[in-house]
């Protein structure tokens, strides 16, 4: 580092000030610190050079998977590769270099870039009133539920805290019900995989706030009857969220709030090319019915007299979740991946992640059984049934994927469907890609008939081989140096 940039000096005793260029940062007064308090030695760090660092690290990432290494059909997550162009967008310092607590006149670039994004979401929801505001597509649910909670206090009908759950959904739906203080019903599905009306009509009732649904669902499937259950939950008094999460196999064909949905939530980090794993970063924005709009969370981007601003002036506003108006680098690559393949580019998005999904199922559909075995979506699911002789489980298939160089699909969820292998290819992968998987999912199929032990011993190329997954989350074990 530059010694002009950053340099401690000595202006009374005990004093210190760190220069950072022409600023001169107070820093506390170490003498004023109770002697106990203070280190008699220093830390015990590594102490270890740069190279070997370096090697270390490089080393570790080795060791990971993610998709520029390989195939990644993780269902439900949409692990699909992101153009590198967004992230050089998202990194220009008139992006990075801004502030949340900046004065809204210096922050006009970064407002309108938002501003557009929910006049896009929007339109791709058919669901006019936006909020940017929700962290991920879990708090994106909760701000929802809240929003119902908000609507239905106005009209005197607290009474309605019911939130029914088809049994294929995402575990976040029943977990943002109970957070939002509310009452989580499962509905069953039916045998072809959709939502089964009869049982709905024994749960709806006069308590009935939302219906979560999934469209398409978690198994792959547009729910056919989504016309019809939109009227039944109507017609009681209650509302249709629609979870987001595979909005990439129906946007630029269909908008949810053409067929019935009240709000819904966007993981944008899923559809709109922020690339995501371990955890994060995320964005979760809400479309939401006129009706709902004046419940939406907090700060609200207005503008007045061609000035953006941020505003906290909604007196029936749930208020705010998180900080700010929304996590603003994801959202600006979400506009940069909007603006750069516009309208037609996003449904060719939507119509290549099916014909992908589609592929995949034709092509496996012989070897394993795929239990709803219609026409699909972004993703489908398959198991293991075909292999029940060889003792073979989704786990064991997963595994043997990784020594064959593909990153597992999501298994064991959906829950409703026993030893799921649940794949999603997502639009960005090639023919040649899809092939390879194919070849390696009916490898493995001749592999648990004629070798089944191979299948079961897998993975046999990784540093470790079986871990007990339980223990490792509940017990981890992070240090730097051998006990
Ligand atoms: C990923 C996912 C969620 C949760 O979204 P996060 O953005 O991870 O919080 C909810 N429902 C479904 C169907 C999902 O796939």
Redesign the pocket.
């Known amino acids: 580092m530059n010694p002009d940039l950053l340099l401690f000096e000595k202006s009374s005793p005990g004093r210190r000030t760190l220069r950072l260029g022409a600023l001169d940062v107070p820093q506390p007064d170490l003498t004023r610190l109770p002697a106990g308090a203070l280190r008699l030695a220093p830390p015990a760090l590594p102490e270890i050079g740069e190279l070997d660092l370096v090697r270390h690290y490089t080393r570790l990432s080795k060791k990971n998977m993610s998709i520029v290494d390989s195939f990644y059909p993780l269902g439900?997550?949409?692990m699909k590769y992101n153009p590198v162009l967004h992230e050089e967008a998202a990194a220009l310092p008139g992006f990075t270099d801004i502030h949340p607590w900046q004065d809204a006149g210096r922050l006009q670039g970064a407002l309108a870039i938002l501003r557009d994004l929910e006049r896009d979401f929007a339109e791709i929801s058919g669901l006019p009133c936006v909020s940017l505001h929700p962290?991920?597509?879990?708090?994106?649910?909760l701000a929802s539920l809240l929003v119902a909670r908000a609507y239905f206090a106005e009209r005197g009908e607290g009474e309605r805290t019911t939130v029914l759950i088809p049994d294929s959904?995402?575990?976040?739906?029943p977990a943002s019900a109970a957070v939002a203080g509310m009452r989580a019903v499962t509905v069953v599905s039916a045998a072809d995989g959709g939502v089964d009306l009869d049982d709905l009509k024994t749960k709806v009732g006069a308590d009935t706030a939302v219906f979560m649904i999934?469209n398409p669902?978690?198994l792959g499937l547009f729910e056919e009857r989504i016309a019809e259950i939109a009227d039944i939950i109507h017609d009681a008094g209650g509302l249709i969220y629609m979870?987001?999460?595979?909005l990439n196999a129906i946007m630029g064909i269909t908008r949810p709030g053409d067929f019935g949905a009240d709000m819904m939530?966007i993981?944008v980090?899923?559809t709109f090319a922020t690339p995501?794993g371990g955890g994060g970063p995320?964005?979760?924005p809400i479309c939401v019915t006129e009706a709902l709009g004046p419940y939406l969370p907090l700060p609200r981007i207005v503008e007045d007299e061609n000035r953006l601003r941020l505003s906290e002036e909604a007196p029936d506003s749930i208020g705010m979740l998180r900080g700010w108006a929304g996590n603003f680098s994801v959202l600006l690559r979400a506009w940069c991946y909007l603006r750069r393949l516009g309208p037609e580019g996003i449904r060719r998005v939507s119509e290549n992640a099916v014909l992908n999904a589609n592929y995949l199922r034709a092509r496996l559909r012989e070897r394993w059984h795929v239990p709803f075995d219609r026409l699909c979506m972004h993703e489908f699911v398959a198991n293991t049934r075909f292999q029940r002789e060889a003792g073979v489980h989704a786990i064991d298939v997963a595994k043997r994927l990784i020594d064959l160089g593909h990153h597992p699909p999501t298994i064991y969820f959906p829950l409703v469907v026993p030893e799921a292998l649940m794949m999603e290819p997502t639009e960005t992968e090639t023919r040649e890609t899809l092939d390879s998987f194919v070849e390696d999912m009916l490898r493995i199929a001749d592999e648990c008939d004629q070798t089944p032990e191979l299948v079961k011993q897998a993975p046999t190329t990784t540093p470790v081989s079986r871990l007990d997954e339980g223990r490792a989350v509940k017990q981890p074990v992070l240090r730097f140096r051998a006990e």
């Open positions: 439900s997550c949409t962290a991920a597509g879990a708090q994106g649910e959904a995402h575990g976040t739906n999934t669902s978690t979870d987001g999460a595979n939530h993981n980090h899923k995501h995320g964005a979760g």
